[in-house]
Structures are given as C-alpha cells and as structure tokens.
C-alpha cells in the first residue's frame, strides 16, 4: 500500500497567516500518460464528515474558497491556506487515488494561535 | 444537490453482523462508483471498499476481506455493504462516498454523514 505521510499532526497560525501542510506518499502518485497527480486533500470540521477542497493534486473542489490551494508532484505535496479564517479550524487530510488500496495521511489539525 | 444517508450502524456483539445502507439522491446514482470508508473515533480515515456503476466489480481491503459485501441496487438508488464476523476493531463510524465516472479509485467529493458501528459484548 502507498503509505501518506502528512506534517506536522498539528500546526496553530494566527488568523489571517498562512497554513501549509504537507504530505508525502511512499511512491510517486504521477501518472505519466496523462501527467495528473493521483491526490486529494479534504477538511474534516468536528462531528462532520469530510469535505473534498482539492482534487487532481491542485484543482479546486466546487465552492472551495480561493485562500485554499494544493501545489506538488510525484510524492511531496502542499495544501496551503492563505490567510486562515475562523472557520477553517479543521482536521486536513491528504489522499492518494493512484493505487488500490486509496489511503490517507494520518491528518494535520489546525487550530488558530 | 447530492445528498447520500447511511443508516444500519449500532451495537453488535463480536462474531455478529449488520448491514448498513447508504441512500442516494441529486444525482444518477447509476453511473458513479460508490465506497465505504471507515473512521475510528479519535483517528483517522481508512478505505473499507468499492463497487463500480453496475455493481459488477468489487473491491475490499485487506482488513475485511472474506468478511464484508459490498452491493447496491440502483432501482433503489441505494448502496450497502454488508458486515459479517465483526470484530472489536471493526468499531467506526462508516462513511459512504460518491467516486467518480470513469475511475475506479478517485476523490470523493460527496460523503454521508455517517452511521456509528459499535462491536463490543
């Protein structure tokens, strides 16, 4: 299985700063026939499911804020928030849909400082 | 809008069974593949399985291999998976996911809200 590696666990940003996450996969998750990135990042409010933010490594999910943006190839990637609001105080996830089995990082919390 | 609904989840012994459904409506349920996907309180997300479009290929992870079925009926628009032999570290709350066309493995841009399977005696 491709093992998703996210850092840090937890990251606290004031608000209005920039957040950056990271993931790493245990193998490149570039397909080179058509040069998409196998990889997704999502945001998990407390008691809610998950929400898709990014897809194809760097294409906005329908009705994502534009603080939100994914960068990275092969197996390092980045989520970055903009300038963090209120309401992105969430657990983020990174997601590889390359290989079967999908898997997930183990998650970053991100809390305002 | 998509809208996806599980239900079934509870309290089971260990060695028992259940049988969760997801409901599907705000999209042609038909065409997309559809998953399960587990979350252990206080953890993270875990893929459980996959089923495409016509409900002719299945896929499981290790984990519950032999154990879970994965099924849908699209006159109902409705996905299940059902849970056999479960075990303590079977306890999740267990998602379904819409997939994508085309795609076996994909994002989810569309989840439930969830049903909590608790396995304990």
């Known amino acids: 299985d491709i093992v998703m590696t996210q850092s840090p666990d937890s990251l606290a940003v004031s608000l209005g700063e920039r957040a950056t996450i990271n993931c790493k996969s245990s193998q490149s998750v570039l397909y080179g026939s058509n040069n998409k990135n196998y990889l997704a990042w999502y945001q998990q409010k407390s008691g809610q499911p998950p929400k898709l933010l990014i897809y194809?490594?760097?294409t906005p999910g329908s009705g994502v804020p534009d603080r939100f943006s994914g960068s990275g190839s092969g197996t390092d990637f980045t989520l970055t928030i903009s300038s963090l609001q209120a309401e992105d105080v969430a657990v983020y996830y990174c997601q590889q849909y390359y290989r079967t089995p999908p898997t997930f990082g183990q998650g970053t919390a991100v809390e305002i400082k | 809008e998509v809208h996806l609904v599980e239900s079934g989840g509870g309290l089971v012994q260990p060695g028992g069974s259940l049988r969760l459904s997801c409901a599907a409506s705000g999209f042609i349920f038909s065409s997309y593949w559809m998953h399960w996907v587990r979350q252990t309180p206080g953890k993270g997300l875990v893929w459980v399985s996959r089923?495409?479009?016509?409900?002719?290929?299945?896929y499981y992870a290790d984990s519950v291999k032999g154990r879970f079925t994965i099924s849908r009926d699209n006159a109902k628009n409705t996905l299940y998976l059902q849970m056999n032999s479960l075990r303590a570290e079977d306890t999740a709350v267990y998602f379904c996911?819409?997939?994508?066309?085309?795609?076996?493995?994909?994002?989810?841009?569309?989840w439930g809200q969830g049903t909590l399977v608790t396995v304990s005696s």
């Open positions: 996911a819409k997939g994508e066309t085309g795609y076996s493995d994909s994002w989810h841009d569309n």
């Open positions: 194809w490594a760097s």
């Open positions: 089923i495409n479009s016509d409900g002719s290929s299945t």
